[in-house]
């Protein structure tokens, strides 16, 4: 489990307009949130990655093999034993292989397997969570800049800016995969039904020299989308994108004046 400390130099924010307490308080605590959900995230991703590595390993995958055959010639033995004529198992063998499909089917369910197809979407499923929680951070980041119109915390937005100069588009085309998939970018191009310019990748993973409509692919450990420029970018799930977050947190909480006994997040 990921544990992000957050180190509070005082129990109370002090400001100049004390009106303003109240809801800058509730702001930060939910960029605290904010934080934690992206470790939580983080940690299930990761277990992701490695229950599915270890599947993937040779000898998993032939364990695997030699259960399901056994398996399957249980099942169908089981299953032609019960016809009153064990010829027509043959001679309407494609009506007989499908019943004994879903026998098949059954038992795997009820011994508490998963579909492929679902726990191949467990490890996308904790990216996007990552990725939304690193954007909703940035939106809490961005409301304080305009609120407060501090020097300090319009500082942090650009080194967040700076650090993450993507995410708020990967994010959006996350959000609007229904335009993207159909090739539009920015609201006012899917308006006018103009379809975005693909830009050329090659990143190891995808490589299309005339550009591609790329959309939630995962390389590695990063989330990859097509952005509504036309350009593939990338966002990384990682214990370094979530230490540069946290990093910044902490600056700007140091960078509030606090009054009364120092704490750390998250209590234990």
Same mark, same amino acid.
């Given at each position: 489990? %990921? #544990?992000?400390?957050?180190?509070?130099? /005082?129990?109370?924010?002090?400001?100049?307009?004390?009106?303003?307490?109240?809801?800058?308080?509730?702001? #930060?605590?939910?960029?605290?949130?904010?934080?934690? =959900?992206?470790?939580?995230?983080?940690?299930?991703?990761?277990?992701?990655? *490695?229950?599915? @590595?270890?599947? &993937?390993?040779?000898?998993?995958?032939?364990?695997?093999?030699?259960?399901?055959?056994?398996?399957?010639?249980?099942?169908?033995? =089981?299953?032609?034993? +019960?016809?009153?004529?064990?010829?027509?198992?043959?001679?309407?063998?494609? @009506?007989?292989?499908?019943?004994?499909?879903?026998?098949?089917?059954?038992?795997?369910?009820?011994?508490?397997?998963?579909?492929?197809?679902?726990?191949?979407?467990?490890?996308? #499923?904790?990216?996007?969570?990552?990725? !939304?929680?690193?954007?909703?951070?940035?939106? @809490?980041?961005?409301?304080? !800049?305009?609120?407060?119109?501090?020097?300090?915390?319009?500082?942090?937005?650009?080194? %967040?800016?700076?650090? %993450?100069?993507?995410?708020?588009?990967?994010?959006?085309?996350? *959000? &609007? $995969?229904?335009?993207?998939?159909?090739?539009?970018?920015?609201?006012?191009?899917?308006?006018?039904?103009?379809?975005?310019?693909?830009?050329?990748?090659?990143?190891?993973?995808?490589?299309?020299?005339? +550009?591609?409509?790329?959309?939630?692919?995962?390389? /590695?450990?990063?989330?990859?989308?097509?952005?509504?420029?036309? !350009?593939?970018?990338?966002?990384?799930? !990682?214990?370094?994108?979530?230490?540069?977050?946290?990093?910044?947190? *902490?600056?700007? #909480?140091?960078?509030?004046?606090? $009054?009364?006994?120092?704490?750390?997040?998250?209590?234990?």
């Amino acid at each position: 489990m %990921f #544990i992000v400390n957050i180190e509070y130099p /005082g129990t109370w924010l002090e400001l100049p307009n004390r009106e303003d307490v109240s809801e800058l308080t509730s702001i #930060i605590s939910s960029m605290e949130t904010t934080i934690i =959900d992206m470790a939580i995230t983080l940690t299930m991703f990761m277990d992701c990655q *490695q229950k599915s @590595y270890l599947e &993937h390993t040779s000898d998993n995958v032939e364990d695997s093999w030699e259960r399901d055959r056994q398996l399957r010639m249980h099942i169908e033995k =089981d299953y032609r034993d +019960g016809l009153d004529d064990e010829n027509d198992f043959y001679t309407n063998h494609e @009506y007989h292989r499908a019943k004994t499909e879903k026998l098949y089917r059954q038992e795997k369910l009820n011994s508490g397997e998963v579909p492929r197809s679902y726990k191949n979407r467990f490890s996308f #499923i904790h990216a996007h969570s990552f990725l !939304s929680s690193a954007d909703t951070f940035y939106k @809490y980041l961005s409301v304080l !800049s305009r609120e407060t119109n501090l020097e300090n915390v319009k500082v942090i937005k650009q080194q %967040f800016e700076d650090t %993450f100069p993507t995410l708020s588009k990967i994010r959006n085309s996350a *959000q &609007h $995969s229904e335009d993207r998939i159909r090739g539009y970018g920015k609201p006012a191009d899917l308006r006018k039904k103009i379809k975005m310019d693909l830009k050329p990748i090659d990143n190891g993973f995808i490589k299309a020299e005339g +550009g591609v409509l790329a959309l939630s692919n995962l390389n /590695g450990n990063r989330l990859g989308y097509t952005i509504d420029d036309g !350009s593939y970018q990338e966002f990384e799930v !990682s214990e370094i994108t979530l230490g540069k977050v946290a990093d910044l947190f *902490q600056s700007l #909480i140091n960078s509030f004046q606090w $009054s009364g006994p120092t704490s750390i997040s998250p209590h234990i």
